[in-house]
Every structure is written in structure tokens, then in C-alpha cells.
């Protein structure tokens, strides 16, 4: 599982469905600090595999996946709850833009999908199933979330081309599109609280979702339950997706 930075993050309401379902988890972490409030929480879990990879450093995903293969030559799985982009840019135009955070936040939020897939294939002999996080600024606009959603959008179409690469080694590869949740990346987005808002007046169940929430169904997506899913983005997200409008506003 890699991505938790702390008991707010996607990743860790994962490792919480995943590990009550049975599996072990071994976890990885972005740098140092990250790595000491991970400890705790992996502890909770009897992981003792915490290995440290910054996507953004050139060769860090093939190094993680070897220090792995020392310990647990096959898995079965692996979840990229991970993302990225400056801060300053997830507010005002999307048109000022930088060439430079587009390099890099497609970079740590996209690509490192497609690095993650290539360095767990050989760890998946009989198959397995790759799991990353997206959110609906990939299909839509979203105020402020700017250069995020062209990634998002990259990682979506990711997922079906790595689904169409691995098929033939009965890899699945899918995405959740998660409904806004307070998390650390998530408070980089200007206004992130009025999104949760917006969001509860519009999706059907009338509230957002808990990581929890995201959890299960990614259990289930890399499950064998799954077994005949790949590709697919799914939505975890109270239906905010299928709805056009507040919809308390509008009713007599
Ligand atoms: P989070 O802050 O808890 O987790 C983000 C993680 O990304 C952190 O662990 C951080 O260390 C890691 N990361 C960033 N740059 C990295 C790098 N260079 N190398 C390695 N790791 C790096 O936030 P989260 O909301 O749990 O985010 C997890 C995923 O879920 C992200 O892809 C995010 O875009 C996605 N997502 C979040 C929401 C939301 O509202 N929180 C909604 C939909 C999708």
C-alpha cells in the first residue's frame, strides 16, 4: 500500500478493509517524516515491511519493488493512493499554469502509476490486481483543483491502457473515483471545505464518503471477487457523479 501519511489518508482506510479481510500489508512512504508516523499505525497492523520510495526520484519504484522481492517474492496485489502538485497552482486559473508543476504533478500523480505496474508485473506471476485513487476533476471542471484534473484525467486513461498491458498476465487494473474526504493532500485545494459542502447538496445520499467507504470497495476491487473487473473507474462517491444539480433546492 503506498500513500499513507497518516489515519486520514485513503491509503490507510485501505490497509484497515484490506487487512480485515486477511491480507498483510507491507507499506511504503514518501520520505523520513512520513516514514516515523507511519510506523504506529503499520505496528497496528503487525506490518513490519515500511519501505521508503519518492516516486519522483528517478528509479525509486524499481528500487522499492526489488527491496520487496527480498522479502515477498510474489503479491497480489498493490494500491497507489498517492498524488501531487504545488500548492500555490490548486487555486486561481487553471491558464497560469507552469510548465513545470504540469511536468511534475503528472509525473508523481500519473505516471508513477504506469512505473508501479511495470516493477510489480514479475511479483504477479498468476496474476494480481493494481488499484490508484482518482476524483471527478478528471472528467469535469472543479474549481481550483486546475492541473490536478488534467492528471487525473491521465491516470484514468492509464488505467485502461495498463489494463489492456497486463490482461494477458491476468492483471486487473481499475481506479476509484473517491468523493471529496479531509485529507492532507486534499487541504491543498483552495476552498476544500466549501467542496465538501457542495458535494453533500448534491449527491444523492445527501453527504460525502469516508475513507472507510473507499476502503471496502477497494477490497473488493482487489479481491477475486473482482475477478472479471478491469479498466473500470469506480465510483465511490454517494452518486455525486449522476447528479446535475443541488437537489434539495429545487423541490417543493
Ligand atoms: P494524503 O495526503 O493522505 O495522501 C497523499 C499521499 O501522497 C501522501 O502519503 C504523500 O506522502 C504521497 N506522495 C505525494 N508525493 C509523493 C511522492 N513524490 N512520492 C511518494 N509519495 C508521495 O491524501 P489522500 O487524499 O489520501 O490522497 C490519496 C489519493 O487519493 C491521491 O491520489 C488523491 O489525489 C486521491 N483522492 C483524494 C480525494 C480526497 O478528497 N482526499 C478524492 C479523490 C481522490
Known sequence: VMGVANEKSIAWGIAAAVAAQGAEIAFSYQMEGFGKRLKPLADSFGSTLLIECDVAADGAVESLFNQLAKDWPQIDFVVHALAYSDKAELKGAYLDTSRDNFINTMMVSAYSFTEVARAARPMMPAGGALLTLSYIGAQRIT??????????????????????????????????????????????????????????????????????????????????????????????????????????????
Open 143 to 252: 474549481p481550483n483543483y486546475n492541473v490536478m484534473g488534467l492528471a487525473k484525467a491521465s491516470l484514468e486513461a492509464n488505467t485502461r491502457f495498463l489494463a489492456a498491458s497486463l490482461g494477458k498476465d491476468n492483471i486487473r487494473v481499475n481506479a476509484i473515483s473517491a468523493g471529496p474526504i479531509k485529507t492532507l493532500a486534499a487541504s491543498g485545494v483552495k476552498n476544500f471545505r466549501k467542496m465538501l459542502s457542495q458535494h453533500s447538496k448534491r449527491a444523492p445520499l445527501g453527504r460525502t464518503v469516508t475513507a472507510d467507504e473507499v476502503g471496502n470497495v477497494a477490497a473488493f476491487l482487489c479481491s477475486d471477487y473482482a475477478s472479471g473487473v478491469t479498466g473500470e473507474i469506480t465510483y465511490v462517491d454517494a452518486g455525486f457523479n449522476i447528479s446535475a444539480m443541488p437537489l434539495d433546492e429545487l423541490e417543493e
